[in-house]
C-alpha cells in the first residue's frame, strides 16, 4: 500500500518537494515513521525536534514540556508525517498523557 504524508489543514504554503522530501526519506530509510520539520529563528510555541548524537530524531518535544536548553532548539514539528499502518496501530495502545496539559500525542 503506497504511503502518503497528511498535512495538517493549517498548513497551506508546503512545497510539493518537500513532501517529496520525506516521502523520499522515509522509503529509503525504510523508517517506521517520518517526521517533515522545519528550521525557524523564532521557535516559540512549536514542538521541538530532539536528535541524538547521530543526528537520529529521538523525540519531540512540546513548547510547553520542553527544558530551556530544549526551548533553544530552532528545529520544529510542521505536524506532517508519513507513517507504516501497522506500525502506528501498534504504537497507539503506548500513547499517554504525560506531559504537562495531559494530552495524547
Known amino acids: 500500500m503506497p504511503s502518503y504524508p497528511h498535512p495538517a489543514g493549517d498548513m497551506p504554503l508546503i512545497l510539493k518537494e518537500s513532501l517529496k522530501g520525506l516521502l523520499d526519506t522515509y522509503h529509503s530509510a525504510h523508517a517506521d515513521i517520518g517526521v517533515l520539520t522545519a528550521k525557524i529563528a523564532d521557535a516559540s510555541g512549536y514542538g521541538r525536534i530532539v536528535r541524538d548524537r547521530k543526528g537520529t530524531l529521538k523525540r519531540i518535544v512540546e513548547h510547553n514540556d520542553a527544558t ?35 494530552e495524547l500525542y
Open 68 to 102: 530551556a536548553k530544549q526551548k533553544k532548539i530552532d528545529e520544529i514539528n510542521t505536524g506532517v508525517y508519513v507513517i507504516n499502518k501497522e506500525f502506528l496501530l501498534s504504537s497507539v495502545k503506548k500513547i499517554c498523557p504525560d506531559n504537562t496539559k495531559g
